[in-house]
C-alpha cells in the first residue's frame, strides 16, 4: 500500500504536466478500470511506449544529503558581504599629519573602526581651536580628511579659518588641484553645504556659528 501512496503522489504531479489529449486518455482509463486497474493498464502502455512514464522519485546518497547540508549551513552562517568605502586616490596618511606636525600641531594614531585608523591632530590657542582627522583602511588608504576651526576670539570665524581650511585642502593625491582647491576654499569659507570635485575627491564646506569645517572625502563614482 505504501508503494501504491507513492505512486499517485508521483502520477498527481506528472498528471498537473500531460497535455490535453493524456489528460482525457488518463481520466477515461480511471473510469472504466478504477483507480488500481488504471495503474495497471498504465503500467502496461508505459511497456509498450505509448505513454510517458510516471515519474519517480531518487533518494538522496549520503554524498548528496551531506553536500546540500553544508551548502545550507554556509547560508545560514555566511555574513553579508560589507562593501567597503573608497578612498581618496594616492593619498597616504603622511602626507597631511606630517605637514601639520611641521606647523606645530599634535598628532596621534590609533585603530579605529573594524580593520580602520584613525589620526588626530590639533593645535590649540586661547583664540581658536584647529583639529583635523584622517580616517581610513590603512596608512595608505585613506576615506576622509575632516578639518575643524573653532573661534574663540568672538571675532570673524571666516577669518579664523580661512588660511587653516585652505592649507588642509591642499593636500597631495592622485588627481589633485592643491591651488585650486586651497583658492576655492578661500572664497567659500562661510558658506555652509558649498561642495565642489577635484580628481577623486569631493570637498565640502561647513558653517554653523563660531565653527568652520571641511570636509575631504573619496568620490564614489571612481
Not at 486497474?37 to 510517458?52: D, P, R
Not at 555566511?78 to 567597503?84: I, T
Not at 582627522?133 to 576670539?153: F, H, K, N, Q
Not at 591651488?179 to 570637498?203: E, H, K, L, M
Request: net charge neutral; proline share 5%.
Amino acid at each position: 500500500m505504501g508503494s501504491h501512496a507513492s505512486r499517485f503522489a508521483d502520477a498527481a504531479a506528472w498528471f498537473r504536466r500531460l497535455g490535453c489529449a493524456n489528460r482525457a486518455a488518463l481520466v477515461v482509463v480511471v473510469a472504466v478500470c478504477g483507480c488500481f486497474g488504471a495503474l495497471i493498464v498504465w503500467n502496461g502502455l508505459e511497456s509498450l511506449g505509448l505513454v510517458e512514464p510516471l515519474p519517480t522519485h531518487t533518494p538522496d546518497t549520503a554524498a548528496t544529503a551531506s553536500a546540500r547540508a553544508d551548502r545550507i549551513a554556509r547560508r545560514a552562517t555566511s555574513p553579508p558581504k560589507e562593501e567597503s568605502s573608497p578612498t581618496i586616490p594616492g593619498l597616504v596618511a603622511v602626507d597631511v599629519y606630517g605637514n601639520l606636525e611641521d606647523k606645530g600641531f599634535e598628532c596621534d594614531g590609533r585603530s579605529g573602526r573594524a580593520g580602520g585608523m584613525l589620526w588626530d591632530c590639533k593645535v590649540e590657542t586661547v583664540s581658536y581651536s584647529h583639529t583635523v582627522s584622517i580616517t581610513g583602511r590603512g596608512p595608505t588608504a585613506v576615506e576622509s580628511v575632516s578639518a575643524t576651526s573653532l573661534d574663540y576670539s568672538g571675532s570673524t570665524p571666516d577669518g579664523t579659518a580661512r588660511d587653516f581650511l585652505a592649507f588642509v585642502a591642499s593636500i597631495p593625491y592622485t588627481g589633485a588641484s592643491p591651488q585650486a582647491a586651497a583658492n576655492w576654499v578661500r572664497q567659500n569659507v562661510g558658506q555652509d553645504g558649498a561642495s565642489t570635485v577635484y580628481g577623486g575627491a569631493v570637498f565640502t564646506l561647513r558653517a554653523s556659528g563660531d565653527a568652520r569645517i571641511l570636509e575631504i572625502k573619496a568620490t564614489r563614482s571612481r
